[in-house]
């Protein structure tokens, strides 16, 4: 049990990374953001056809995706929307017969349908309408870890604005973006201790 969970675990941050760095690498400085895939050039190139901020929001939406699933909070939730997103991308790149990404991505989508298969029982009730009963070992979503996990993808994406006047500085700010948005579990443990 434990081992499907570091694997679970393990492939969502992976993936997660993969898209965030992704989107980042679009927006960041001269693009100096480590993604491992691109093209980070999408935005100049669709600007030439008028829809540059068609690209901007790929970017944008790859990086909420993202570090959707990079963080545990919403994970579930980032799974299923990049089940959309790797399915444009791989049409995409099929459309313009691209050698290779095409298979990159079908392992993506492979590795992503693993998350799928192991968050079942919080989808399946989507489907059956029977309620699933969850354990009660964590505490209870809170107003404060909400308002945590968005405070750290605010200081995502000021961090991309920072970046074009302090490059050094703005790696920092994301990875503090992350932490607290990681972190956000800490928010929901405080303040049900502070109701008892």
Partial sequence: MKYRRFFYS??????????????????????????LIGPVWLAERLEEYGLGL?????????ITIGFMVITPRYRTLGV??????????????ISLQWRGTPFVLGFFLLLNMGLLLHDAPWLLHFITGRAHEF???TPRRSWKGHLAWLSG?????CGIA???????????VVLGGVVLAWQSRRADVFQSNSFR
């Avoid at 393990?10 to 993604?35: C, D, R, Y």
């Avoid at 299923?80 to 790149?93: G, K, W």
């Avoid at 993808?153 to 994406?157: D, E, P, R, S």
């Fill in 10 to 35: 393990a492939t969502a941050i992976f993936l997660g990374f993969v898209f965030f760095g992704g989107g980042m690498s679009k927006l960041w400085f001269e693009h100096k953001f480590p993604g």
């Fill in 54 to 62: 068609f690209g901007r929001f790929i970017a944008v939406a790859q």
């Fill in 80 to 93: 299923v929307m990049l089940v959309p997103m790797i399915v444009n991308i791989l049409l995409v790149t």
């Fill in 153 to 157: 993808l605010a200081l995502v994406f």
């Fill in 162 to 172: 920072l970046s074009y006047v302090a490059l050094p500085l703005s790696y920092f």
């Fill in 135 to 137: 354990p009660q070992a």
